[in-house]
């Protein structure tokens, strides 16, 4: 037998959960936003500190005027760090492009793969 809090309804309950949801992507927001103005190099200390204080002190308003105006910069910027990441990784790794170009090579003799998929794949590996 359960026993129920009295005034506990469904409609409570979605309340709650869309409450829960809605601090969970506002705080998720709020992380992007300061990783995002901390990584940057093309704006001053005290740029970042007028940020930084506009978030604290207006959170939700801060977040969204942030979003706003930085939206194509902040783009940029992952888009920047994901290539870096990428050729680090291969640097570390040691990717050589002739090495994969011999790899398809051992495919298109082998007919998995077709010859514009060869030359598709190989223009990507040289670029």
């Given at each position: 037998?359960?026993?129920?809090?009295?005034?506990?309804?469904?409609?409570?309950?979605?309340?709650?959960?869309?409450?829960?949801?809605?601090?969970?992507?506002?705080?998720w927001?709020?992380?992007?936003?300061?990783?995002?103005?901390?990584?940057?190099?093309?704006?001053?200390?005290?740029?970042?500190?007028?940020?930084?204080?506009?978030?604290?002190?207006?959170?939700?308003?801060?977040?969204?005027?942030?979003?706003?105006?930085?939206?194509?910069?902040?783009?940029?910027?992952?888009?920047?760090?994901?290539?870096?990441?990428?050729?680090?990784?291969?640097?570390?790794?040691?990717?050589?492009?002739?090495?994969?170009?011999?790899?398809?090579?051992?495919?298109?003799?082998?007919?998995?793969?077709?010859?514009?998929e060869?030359?598709?794949?190989?223009?990507?590996?040289?670029?």
């Amino acid at each position: 037998m359960f026993f129920f809090a009295e005034g506990f309804t469904f409609r409570n309950f979605l309340a709650d959960a869309f409450a829960v949801f809605m601090f969970v992507v506002w705080f998720w927001l709020l992380i992007t936003v300061f990783s995002d103005l901390f990584r940057r190099h093309d704006v001053s200390g005290w740029v970042k500190a007028i940020w930084v204080i506009a978030l604290v002190v207006f959170p939700y308003l801060g977040i969204f005027a942030y979003l706003i105006t930085q939206a194509r910069g902040m783009a940029e910027r992952n888009t920047q760090q994901a290539q870096q990441a990428r050729d680090e990784l291969k640097r570390v790794v040691g990717f050589s492009a002739a090495d994969e170009i011999e790899k398809l090579d051992r495919l298109k003799k082998a007919g998995s793969i077709t010859d514009a998929e060869f030359s598709r794949l190989r223009a990507k590996l040289v670029q």
